[in-house]
């Protein structure tokens, strides 16, 4: 007695696609280097870099990896979570270093939570640590 397991099983659309899934994984899974994502920092604020509307805020890249960095500043925010939030970037590939940012017209008297931040294609990377400062009072 002879079993065809595969009768009626797999028809011939259901080879072709099969196939092409098939394809799609293959292709999918043979890409070119795997992305090794930027490094940064979030440095501590320095008090003379603070006053009642302003303050000057700094981040470190200390490693470019090698995805294509479009972007790079400092994300600001009255909460924790960081919603609502500002951002405030320069739009171009950084070099490893440090850099700085500056942010007007805040709240006097006000605590204030930053952090350094990548743009990668559509993606962001940020900082594991965030900072926080209050701004002077009148």
Same mark, same amino acid.
């Given at each position: 007695m002879k079993i065809n397991f595969f009768k009626g099983f797999i028809s011939g659309n259901s080879i072709k696609v099969f196939l092409v899934l098939t394809v799609v994984i293959l292709v999918n899974s043979c890409s070119d280097d795997p992305v090794v994502l930027?490094?940064?920092? #979030?440095?501590?604020?320095?008090?003379?870099?603070? *006053?009642?509307?302003? &303050? $000057?805020?700094?981040?470190?890249?200390?490693?470019?990896?090698?995805a294509k960095i479009i972007?790079?500043?400092?994300?600001?925010?009255?909460?924790?979570?960081?919603?609502?939030?500002? #951002?405030?970037?320069?739009?171009?590939?950084?070099? *490893?270093?440090?850099? &700085? $940012?500056?942010?007007k017209n805040l709240d006097p008297g006000t605590l204030y939570y930053f952090k350094a931040y990548l743009v990668i294609n559509t993606a962001q990377v940020y900082s594991q640590n965030v900072e926080k400062f209050t701004t002077k009072s009148k």
């Amino acid at each position: 007695m002879k079993i065809n397991f595969f009768k009626g099983f797999i028809s011939g659309n259901s080879i072709k696609v099969f196939l092409v899934l098939t394809v799609v994984i293959l292709v999918n899974s043979c890409s070119d280097d795997p992305v090794v994502l930027p490094i940064l920092t #979030t440095l501590k604020v320095n008090p003379d870099d603070v *006053t009642t509307n302003s &303050a $000057i805020l700094k981040g470190r890249i200390t490693y470019l990896g090698n995805a294509k960095i479009i972007e790079y500043g400092i994300e600001l925010s009255k909460n924790q979570l960081f919603t609502p939030s500002d #951002t405030n970037g320069i739009k171009s590939s950084p070099d *490893t270093g440090i850099f &700085a $940012i500056e942010f007007k017209n805040l709240d006097p008297g006000t605590l204030y939570y930053f952090k350094a931040y990548l743009v990668i294609n559509t993606a962001q990377v940020y900082s594991q640590n965030v900072e926080k400062f209050t701004t002077k009072s009148k």
